[in-house]
């Protein structure tokens, strides 16, 4: 039991570290379509689409489309700032 929530704790750590990399690719490279962030993090397209739906989802990011594309940005500065914090918490007593 104690195995199996260690895998569990480990996977969900490794999709939330996925998400904050795609966050920050996307800061960076905002606005953009799914391949851009992809590109960058060396993803599948299915995958970064999949998380940015969910963060569309929770109001973190907008969408807007383009013909077949769909256009994805920060939703506005305040995210930006929570993000930034965010990392900032997360990386402060790692080595």
């Known amino acids: 039991m ?6 569990q704790s480990r996977e969900v750590d490794g ?3 996925q998400c904050a990399d795609q966050l920050r690719a996307l800061a960076r490279e905002s606005p953009c379509s ?3 962030p992809a590109e960058a993090l060396d993803l ?4 970064v689409s999949n998380h940015l739906r969910l963060l569309r989802h929770l109001d973190l990011v907008t969408g807007r489309r383009d013909g077949r594309s ?5 939703h506005d500065a ?11 918490h997360v990386h402060h007593d790692r080595p």
């Open 78 to 88: 305040h995210v930006a700032a929570l993000l930034r914090q965010i990392l900032a």
């Open 34 to 36: 799914v391949g851009e």
């Open 70 to 74: 769909v256009i994805y940005e920060l």
């Open 2 to 7: 104690a195995g199996e929530l260690e895998g």
């Open 15 to 17: 999709e939330g570290e």
């Open 44 to 47: 599948g397209q299915p995958t």
